[in-house]
């Protein structure tokens, strides 16, 4: 009996799909370093190798239909940026932002099981690694889908940055898209953490809490005026880190949430922000830093 544990046990130690992880122990009759040797004979192996390296270049892509109902936004990374311009990789994140969206994906594990072309998308990207020789990783992905209203993308930087928003609304126009293309641009440059203020987690907010309390004890301030200062501190925080409350990056004077207001007025309909989604490449990931300068220390004293 070939378990998902054994599965998952071959598949971290070769880089290669569940399905031929699952084939090759089935073969070996569950003999977990012949089903290795399977898989190398079979050259589905060959990006074993390569699976513990960082890969925190890449890129960000995109996707929406034509009738702007559905949208996909995913992060697929690599070690270099120059593999992060070839056309075959930047070729399969498209595919793959395609894909998310048409066939309503909604986890990694989906995408990398689902079906590219006849090979599975995971399949596809072992592939490619063993052909490029550079790790490769389908970071995260997010799906969209709207019945009134439409979903807008945003790319920036080539791919170092990328934007999905959904906007609900039960007119259709010009107006409402070139709105949501100016939303898009606010969160890709603004990168706002919350929605709204109502969606400010309550460990967030007691943390700046904590630290605008300390920070006016340590002014000298009376604690009679603290609180005070502690709420007007929050207030700036809230139009710093929710999307409603921010200043708009075309006009200063005008908040997205005003902005809003006036869209809806000349559109004849009220316009909302449900969701967004700001991926920027390598986020969050620690990549290794190399010292040339320890380095030739180190080649010099052998």
Known sequence: MISAKMVKELREKTGAGMMDCKKALTETNGDME?????????????????SGRIAAEGIVKTYVSEDKKKGAIIELNCETDFVAINEEFVGLADNIAKLVAEKELNSVEEVLAADLAGKT???????LIAKIGENMNLRRVERFSVESGLVQEYIHGGGRIGVMVELACDKTSDVLEQLAKDVAMQIAAANPLFLSQDQVDAKSLETEREVYRAQALNEGKPEKIVEKMVEGRIKKYFKEVCLLDQQWVKNGDMTISKLLEEKSKEIGAPVSIVRYARFERGEGIEKKEENFAEEVAKMGAK
């Open 121 to 127: 998308v995971q399949e596809t990207l072992t592939e």
């Open 34 to 50: 012949k089903a290795v040797e399977f898989l190398r004979e079979k050259g589905l192996a060959a990006a074993a190798k390569k």
